[in-house]
């Protein structure tokens, strides 16, 4: 078999499939139950990283299911592809990247964090089964598809978020958070069953070709937005991330970092590829930014205030994703003129992407260092908290590095993505930037705090017997501390092979369009 030929499905099978003979494999003893996880991880990893070499050298790349040769899309009558087609591009594959990093690392922290005699067997097989989940959300190229892979992304983390704890808290977040994405996958499945009403096509490219911008074309775009803003966890669609967030076991509070930037690759792929031919982009492009601006504020407004350490990190979450809004908002408002495009609005696209795999990084390492806070402290309130650097002196490094990272400081890689978006931003609308730097300080302001209650001060009485993690989330932490430090010193360096190639990629609609049709 030709592994590369076959990556794109394997590279979502593997997780599927590993999740899914996890209870089987836990019969031959936990060890071998652990080891597998790893591998299946590891795996799915360097298959995504082949397939990003290779799109990055030769193209976009499809596969289509069931076909005979599956780089064939089976075109009939006007071309238009009919089965499954997964459609693979630059942004894609670095969507998928992040996504299966993050994942390898929290089920690597979780080996020692999530306790045997808690069912840990199916808490491997729903990690396994988001994994795939978020894979095959970035990969698909058909609509149906990518609210199918959606569903599969809500039902594993909901039951994740009330995974370690059985109390009401952790029950009703995990509530809240099902209830939320059903509502918007019934706006998704609404706007898919406009889309498909109106030209008998369910596949992103084809759709793009023929839409014609319709007043229906316009109402499923309107429900399309709402529904996946509400799944990034936009203001004002973001009640219930600081409950999920907040609950949910650390490690999956920060694969759920990246679940939810999968809504936001839908997100852009819908906004871009689907519909910057409309007349009315601009409209779009300015929700997106609104969106942006209010996720940043109010976001950071709620985190000062909070005195539960995992609920003031997931107020953070959703400001930090007000970025990502911001500066692939500007792209998506200067995508007409070409001037401006090439001139800034490119580069905003380029720290508004940036942005995702530094926040999945950073924030990572910041729910890792919670969670390691909660697993000697065993409490979430930073006012019962003191004087852990004296214990957890390695904890206490990583979480430094993590605040410095999201404040936007050199030589952190928060800083490279703010410092793009900051100066792009500003040719658009100075204001708009103006705003982007005054969150960042009140971050540092938060999370100054966050640092003089957890680690500072004396050691107190009861911290006494307070010790270190496990080696297991110790080299958890570790791998993303590194990663927030080296992509902070070399940004250059993922810029130009990874990120640029990802914003052009989200820009050109022709090339995505021709790689199917």
Known sequence: MNLLLHAPILAI??????????PIITKFGKRVRDSWIILSLLFTEFLVLILTHDILSNGIRTYTLGAKFPTDTIPIANFIPVRIVLELDAFSVFMAIT???????ASIYSLKFIKEGTAKSKYYT???????????LVFTGDLFSMFVFLEILSISSGV????????????EAAFKYIVISAVGALMILLAIGLLYGHYNLLNIAALANVLKFSFSDKVALVLLIAAFAMKCGAVPLHMWVPDAYGEAPAPISAVLVVASQAGLYALFRISFTLFSALPTIEIVAWSVIILGVLSMFIGVI???????????MAYHAISQTGYMLLGIGVGLAVIGNINALNSFGITAMEGGIFHIINHAIYKGLLFLTAGAIIYRVGTKDLNKMGGLAHKMPFTTIFFLIGALAITGLPPFNGFASKLMIYESVFRFSPLLSIIAMMVSILTLASFVKVFYSAFMGPKLKEHNEIREVPKTMLIAMLVLALLT????????????NIISPAAHALVDQSKYIGGVL
Request: aromatic share 4%.
């Open 485 to 496: 430090l080296l992509v902070g010193l070399f940004p250059d360096i993922v810029v130009d």
């Open 302 to 312: 709620m985190a000062i205030s909070q005195k539960n350490i995992k609920r003031l």
């Open 13 to 22: 099978s593997i997780p599927l499939l590993g999740g899914l003979a996890t």
């Open 126 to 136: 729903l990690l396994l089964l988001l994994t795939a989940a978020m894979v095959g």
């Open 99 to 105: 996504s299966v990093t993050i994942a390898l690392i």
């Open 160 to 171: 994740l978020v009330a995974f370690y704890s059985h109390k009401g808290e952790a029950l």
